[in-house]
Each structure stands twice: as C-alpha cells, then as structure tokens.
C-alpha cells in the first residue's frame, strides 16, 4: 500500500518514526488535510528552491505563490505561527491555503517586541504588540502588488481587485508569485489603508493551524531535532545546592565510558562531552566531584516560610496601594475577617527540557535553540564567546513549552552552550541536553509567597476595608530587568493585587521582598496566580460571610468595570449559576484581569464523603479584544485552566537543606489527561484591538476551584497544592 520505504540507517525514535510515516501516508494525508507543510523550515538550515521577494521585512512572496510571513515571536505551543500570518493574511486577501511562517533572525532593530524595546516573547504581548505592525505591513505588501497590477495592465491602481489570492481587473487575472518583483520595485505607501474591521474575512474565523501537519507528521524542527555535521552532545552536572560551586573534580571514569570524548569545567558545572546523549549521561553518572558550598544557602521551606509570616507580622514593607483610611475603618467595622494563604514554589516543566545547539568559529557562532528572548541570547552569547553580536546568529526552532521558563535573564542554557563551545574551541558542533533531572533540581521556579488578607464589613455585609501582605521574592531585582523596578516595587510581585477592581473605598496593599538563593523567574501569568488565587478566593468568602451570592457580590462592586461585568454575566449564563449543583457538588467563581484580557471562569466539582474530588466542568469567558484566531484563544483558554488545575492539585517544589526535593515526574506530577476536566469557552465579541490569551486563563482558575469545594464540603483551602487538605 506504501510501496517501498527507506528507514533511517540510526535506531529510529519517535519523532524518526513520524517522520517515515508521514512520508509514507503522502499519498493520502494531502487529500484529506486543510494545510499542507505551512510552516518553512529554512530557520532549521534546510533549503527551498522556491525563490522569493521580500516586500518588506515581513512579508516575503515565493515564486510558487505562497505567502511567508516573518514571525518575531517563539512559537512554543501557543500559536503564533497561525495567528499572526492571519493578520497579513487578512490585510493581504490572500487565500489561507498560500500562508506560510517562518522564524525571523535575530535582528534587535527589525524584530524587537514593541513593548520589551529588545527582541523576544512574552507577556502575553505577541498578538498585542505585532497587530497594527503587520496589519501595516501587510497593507503595504497589498499596495504593492496593486501597484504593479495597474502598471502591468495600464489601468488605474483603484480599479484593481484582490480576493482569496487573485490579483485581477476585468478578464486579467495574477497571482502574487507573478507580480511579486515588481511589486519589490515600487515603493510602499508612507500610511497603507487599513480595512475596516467589518470587512475582515479571514479574522475571527476557524483557520487550520499552520503548525499542525508538521507536529502531527514530525517533520516540524525542535532543537532536539536539530542534527550538525560531527556533533558532539553535551549534560552538565550542575550543583546539588543554590550556592554552590565547583571545588575539584576527577574525570577519569567519565572518560572511561565508551563514547565520552571530553570533560570540560565551566562556570555553570562540569560539562561531560560525547557522540551520544546516553554516553554523556553516564559519564555524567561516573564524575567525581567535589562541590564548594561555603556560600550555600540551607534554609529549607519550612524555614523560609517561617521567615515570610514573621515578615508579613512586622510593620515593614513597601506600600503598593493605599486609598482611603484604612485603619480608621478597620477600627468602625462590624466584623473584621482575616486569612493567611501560602503558596509554594513551582517548576515550569515544561515538554520539552531546556536545550541548545552550537557552532562556534572563532569569530562567529550560529545557534538554534527555542529562544524566547532573541536579544539578550545573543548578547550574552557573544560576551561568552568574545565576539560581537551581530556575529552570533540564532535560528529560532519550535519549542515544546516554555511558560516563562526560556525568558531567562541570564540565558542559562544558552550561556552553557556557549561557554562548553569555547572550552573546546570549537573544535564541533555542540548539542546541550538538559535531563527532566536537571530542568527540575537546577532550573528557575516561581516564587514562593506568604500572604495576610483584612476585610472589615459593616452591619449590612458590604466591604468598608481590605489589608493585604504580601511576602514574596522579586523575579526583577539584580538582574538586566531592574530597571523596570518602580518606587522599589516590582510589579511582577504585586499584579492581582495592587489593581484589585473592585469599588471598596479603602485599600491598603504592602509588599515585604524577600531574599534566598533560590532562582526564580516568572511562571505562567506570573503574580497573578499567586495574587489572583488568593484575592479572589478571600473576596467569595467575604460574599458568604456577608450572605451573598458570590456573583451578585461581585457585580455590585464593578459597575465601573464593565469587562469585568460583561464575562462574569457570560460565564455565569452559560454555567446555569443560581442553580443547584446537587448532592456532593459545589461551584464557585472568579474573575480576573492580567495582560490586558478579563477572564471570568465557573468551576463545578464533586466530593465524596472521604473528601476526594473531581473538577468536572469549567465555565470559562474571556475579553481579549478581537479574537484574531478563535481557535487558538479557545486552545490557550483551555491549556491554562489546565496549567492552573495541575499546580493546583499537586505540584510543589519544596527546598530542604538548600536544595529541591524533587526531580521527576514521580514526585512533581502534572496533570493527567483523566483528570482534565469538560471545559467550555466563550469569547466575548470586541471590536477592541487583541490582548493577551497566552497566560490569562491560568489565574482566576485556583480561586474558583477553592470556592467550588467551599460550596460543596464547607471547608475552606489557604494554601496550594490542595494535596489531601480536604481529607483532614
């Protein structure tokens, strides 16, 4: 039925095996597929003969008709290789089936993110910051080639039409591939005409994933995939403790495993070298080192705990939000309600572990890893290898899951890639291979935090006064983002808390910043799921104490929100709220507003009478202005929910004796795919431009789930991970 097939000379792994058989079925998987291969490959050092035009630093026409836009973003799962050639698409009117994507290089001054100032990914910002930039640049690609239609055909450029791809007046019809070089002679307009959004065809429509044919096949390139003449794979052994540091070390039983070629000392650890992931490994395994843990630091989290609630007892801190007086209204309250939350460390962990392909020349190098920041990995490379960084060229590769994780200020992983490539001199390609190990015991978490909520409430029930501290340590502080620290208050730290919407006449919100060697960074939605998960929680239980229904208690205090109000009607007219959930059920509810979108979601669980649950069902709307890709918002909906019930119910990084307990899989379990739960997305139609998706359905989850089992058990939860909190 396949005819003959050449299998690959090495064993073949999975993605191996995808690929032959993805070549195999050609015959029937082009009939029944919506794209064919729509994402280029040429960022993985492959080579088209199509030829192409740039008409512009983001749209480039190729000889075969098909359009390829130049993303400046990572696409790590969340879709930014379909949603922003949807935006040239649509300002283009081409035909979805000509879109293609491809990663765009390192180039700081053509490709930064508008909001970061430096090349790079995250914050939600990547449909936000590119929207009028592509829409312009695609404006200006389709005047182009109605300029060189006009001239081709001597009639005027007002008169020419596109639609689905086809350039025509009267009977002439091109397409773009055959007007494309003289369109590249013709000057773009200063202000392109933009549609009008009612026009739009292609935007707010159900569009096939570009990415999907080639992650479904596994012909799309990850930098595990990435293979360079005579490459060497390299593991390092990193410290046991934050804080420590590299002593002696005896490399001789390394090197007598079959495979290791070299041992090589850096200044992240011991880099063990070999034609093999699984040599490197056990020459990793067979290293004697003896490890400098003068500087460590061996508090554990019992201890930094500890440490968090005496701080949050203190009158110090740093005051974030102060309106009203406070004080004065905690002392004229009728009741006077206070909670203390923890939440703990968490890893990112993410599918694919943090890894990094080198070629190191002397006086350039080339690079291809999953980078979510461009900019700043090429710098930091380019001090290591003491070249210039206009030499250092990155080729951006899909990555599998970042979450924060690959935005490190430090370029961690690259920066290992780059030092290991030195120490050799180049002499071969390096491939760096994180282990699931070493991404869990010596990576970046998010933070640890302590919290103490007030609310005061009247005779009648309503909220006269809130006090919240909050402990917890900065991600910002000592490293190249400080600057961005303002009146000594990192922002990251204090998000879903300082901008609490709610209409409460007096608020009070202090920040006490914490120190310890643990590295942290930000983490899906950052503060907001840690400030998020217990504003949110506190505020359902004041609605309770008060007597109130939860929504309605919220509505009356955002009529000057009216997002807020508009998807918290949404979620709460799909779920059916007000009804009774029965017999061993709960529901609960929250909103919040991160990276510029309004998220509102209903959980609905059941509990047995051991106090074992399930999350059956999330109700989930959001505003994100307009939704480019419904599709992919929905996707992005339903993976943070995902990302939020996982840390929810188990994961927890905890420090003891200065180091992570945990390493695997076995003690750190994400979610499993029997514990995802119905959800159901809604949209809220906009006329706005887009926000954020990638990360602002994560926090409001962990507060609805806690109101959820609140409903249904009576019990109240004020620290995460759940665990078996319900069963005591």
């Not at 739009?200 to 596994?218: Q, V």
């Not at 060497?232 to 410290?239: G, K």
Request: charged content about 20%; overall charge negative; hydrophobic content about 40%.
């Amino acid at each position: 039925m396949f005819g003959k097939i050449k299998l690959p000379a090495r064993p073949m792994n999975r993605r191996s095996f995808l690929k032959v058989v993805g070549l195999s079925g050609a015959g029937f998987m082009v009939g029944c597929s919506e794209s064919t291969d729509a994402v280029e490959k040429t960022s993985s050092g492959m080579r088209s003969t199509v030829s192409t035009v740039d008409l512009g630093p983001f749209v480039r026409i190729n000889s075969d008709n098909t359009v390829t836009v130049i993303v400046k973003h990572l696409d790590k799962g969340q879709g930014s290789t379909t949603g922003l050639p949807a935006v040239v698409a649509e300002e283009l009117d081409a035909d979805w089936s000509q879109m293609r994507a491809e990663f765009a290089p390192a180039n700081t001054e053509v490709y930064k993110n508008l909001f970061f100032g430096v090349m790079g990914t995250g914050g939600s910002t990547g449909m936000a910051n590119s929207w009028m930039q592509l829409r312009n640049a695609a404006a200006g690609a389709r005047a182009m080639l109605v300029g060189a239609a006009a001239a081709r055909w001597g009639v005027d450029a007002a008169d020419i039409h596109i639609a689905n791809g086809v350039v025509s007046h009267g009977e002439s019809r091109a397409s773009f591939g055959e007007l494309a070089a003289d369109a590249a002679a013709i000057a773009p307009p200063a202000e392109p005409v933009l549609k009008d959004p009612s026009e739009f065809t292609l935007i707010g429509t159900h569009l096939p994933r570009l990415d999907s044919n080639a992650k479904t096949d596994g012909s799309a390139t990850f930098t595990l995939d990435i293979d360079r003449p005579g490459m060497l794979i390299a593991v390092v052994a990193h410290p046991p403790r934050f804080g420590a540091s590299v002593s002696s070390f005896d490399a001789a039983a390394a090197l007598d495993v079959a495979g290791v070629e070299q041992v090589v000392q850096i200044p992240q650890g011991i880099a063990v070298i070999a034609d093999n992931f699984w040599s490197a490994k056990k020459g990793r395994d067979a290293l004697t080192v003896e490890w400098d843990e003068s500087g460590v630091d061996r508090r554990g989290s019992d201890e930094l705990f500890a440490e968090y609630d005496a701080a949050l007892a203190s009158p110090d801190g740093k005051v974030a939000r102060s309106d009203g007086d406070v004080d004065a209204a905690f002392a004229a309250a009728d009741k006077v309600i206070q909670r203390e939350f923890r939440v703990p460390y968490l890893a990112h962990a993410t599918m694919e572990t943090m890894d990094c392909v080198i070629e190191y020349r002397g006086d350039a190098a080339e690079i291809w890893t999953g980078s979510q920041l461009q900019t700043v990995d090429q710098q930091i490379a380019a001090g290591i290898l003491e070249v210039d960084p206009s030499s250092v060229q990155i080729h951006t590769q899909f990555a599998g899951g970042s979450f924060g994780r690959r935005a490190v200020p430090n370029s961690d992983y690259v920066a290992e890639a780059a030092s290991i490539a030195k120490a050799i001199d180049g002499r071969a390609p390096i491939k760096l291979q994180w282990t699931r190990e070493d991404d869990m015991r010596a990576g970046y978490y998010r933070p640890m935090s302590s919290h103490i909520l007030e609310g005061a409430l009247d005779t009648d029930g309503n909220i006269t006064a809130w006090r919240h501290r909050i402990a917890i340590q900065s991600i910002l502080a000592g490293t190249p983002f400080a600057g961005m620290i303002q009146n000594g208050i990192d922002a990251s730290s204090v998000e879903g808390a300082s901008n609490l919407p709610y209409a409460i006449p007096n608020v009070h919100v202090r920040l006490n910043d914490m120190d310890t060697s643990v590295p942290v960074l930000w983490w899906r939605a950052v503060g907001n799921t840690q400030n998020g998960y217990v504003t949110e929680a506190f505020f359902d239980e004041l609605a309770r104490e008060s007597g109130r229904d939860p929504l309605e208690y919220r509505l009356a205090l955002l009529k000057d929100h009216p997002r807020h109000t508009a998807v918290l009607n949404l979620a709460a007219s799909k779920a059916g709220w007000g009804e009774n959930p029965g017999e061993g059920r709960g529901r609960g509810i929250a909103v919040l507003e991160s990276f510029g979108s309004v998220v509102a979601e209903i959980v609905d669980v059941s509990v047995d009478q051991q106090g074992n649950f399930s999350v059956d069902k999330v109700t989930c709307a959001v505003d994100c202005g307009i939704a480019v890709t419904p599709d992919v918002v929905k996707a992005q909906m339903e993976g943070g929910i995902g990302y939020g019930l996982s840390a929810a119910l188990r994961e927890e990084i905890t420090i003891t004796d200065g180091g992570v307990d945990q390493a695997n899989f076995d003690r750190y379990r994400p979610l499993r795919i029997n514990e995802m739960p119905d959800i159901d997305v809604h949209i809220l139609p906009s006329a706005n431009p887009p926000s954020g998706v990638g990360e602002p359905g994560t926090p409001p989850f962990a507060a609805a789930l806690a109101a959820a089992l609140a409903d249904a058990t009576g019990k109240r939860v004020y620290r995460m991970p759940i665990g078996d909190q319900l069963q005591a």
